[in-house]
């Protein structure tokens, strides 16, 4: 199985444990802003929970329970940041899709192409019958970021996440393989 996707500006790959640096770096620089959304990114994120995370990650991929990708610059080689697709629902082959870029970085697009690859993955390698895109409603960088990856905007879920110890409505999305030209 092809482990690295490209599409000519961006490449998403599995983490390694080499990339721990990297993320560290990249989840400090979405601070303080970050932590309404990206609640892993908190004031005392440290080195050792990009580790961690990362251990964690790579046993995931290996038992096929979880599929997190690095973001990277096909130019230049830069960490751009993360996507991955969790919450993987084996019975009827849904996953969740998840997409976060370094602060420095954003408004590029880099989200939108991340998220396509990441679907593409899971459409073509692990044969998933649909992918979700949950957002909490007052988030709408991440929903600008789904609807012009070119995922259906489906409706609102009343109460469906928690993040930083508070509920939001959120707002569905989702892609099924014929969005990808897959019957």
Known sequence: MQIEFIDGHICIRPYTNSDAILLYEAARECLPDGVEWMPWVHTEYSLDESRGWIATSIEKWANGTEYNFAVI???TGEYLG???LNRIDAEYNIANLGYWVRKSVRGRG??????R??????F?????SRIE????VHNTASCRTAEKSGA??????RNRLKTGGKRYDAVMHSFTPPDFGRV
Request: proline letters at 0%; glycine letters at 12%.
């Open 124 to 128: 073509n390698h692990l044969d998933m």
């Open 73 to 75: 610059s096909a130019a």
């Open 117 to 122: 690859l990441a679907a593409e993955f899971g």
């Open 152 to 157: 259906l905007r489906e409706g609102i879920l």
């Open 82 to 84: 993360g996507v991955g």
């Open 133 to 136: 895109i949950v957002v909490a």
């Open 110 to 115: 880099i989200a939108i192409a991340a998220a």
